[in-house]
Structures are given as C-alpha cells and as structure tokens.
C-alpha cells in the first residue's frame, strides 16, 4: 500500500509479510510489483519509514536500493532512535 506524498514522490505504508511467510521471497516480489505499480502510476521515487527493531525487513529493502535519508523537518525528536526513513529512485540513474 502506497500513497503520493508529493509530485513523483510515493510513501510505501504498509507492507506485511507474516513470520511464517518470511525467508521465501515475498518481501521482495511484493516490493517489485509495487516498484513496477509505482512506475506505471508515473512516480521518479518512493520512500518510506519503519522501525529499527525490524531488522528484517531494514535488510530487505537495502537488498533492493533503498539508501538511508534524514527524519523529515518536524518529526519528534523522541523518536529519532526509534524510526528510520529510507528512500529509492525507481529508475536507475545513467
């Protein structure tokens, strides 16, 4: 599930897969068919943010091109060592 955050910029906000779903490649085909959604729909990237406990999944999505990007202006300081933002261009750069 994603939504425009800003013109050609995408914020993916949920993406499940179960425990005993995890290790078979779900993560990963959910993510590129959204990658694949999100070109068609005329996105340049897509960000998001998550938790740093889930390790799992933070390993996943730098499998896939994400880079770490900086809290936004105005997220609470308190939970800057809580939470993570990423983000990844959806074409690659020549």
């Not at 179960?18 to 990658?35: C, Q, S, T, V, W």
């Not at 998550?50 to 499998?63: I, P």
């Amino acid at each position: 599930m994603f939504h425009e955050l800003e013109p050609d910029v995408a914020e993916i906000k949920r993406l499940f897969v179960n425990e005993a779903g995890r290790g078979h490649g779900l993560g990963r085909l959910l993510l590129e068919k959204m990658f694949e959604q999100l070109i068609a729909d005329g996105y340049q990237t897509v960000m998001f943010s998550s938790a740093k406990f889930l390790t799992h999944a933070r390993r996943l999505y730098e499998s896939v091109g994400f880079r770490d990007i900086p809290h936004p202006e105005g997220f609470p300081e308190h939970l800057h060592s809580f939470v993570y933002f990423m983000e990844r261009p959806l074409f690659k750069e020549v």
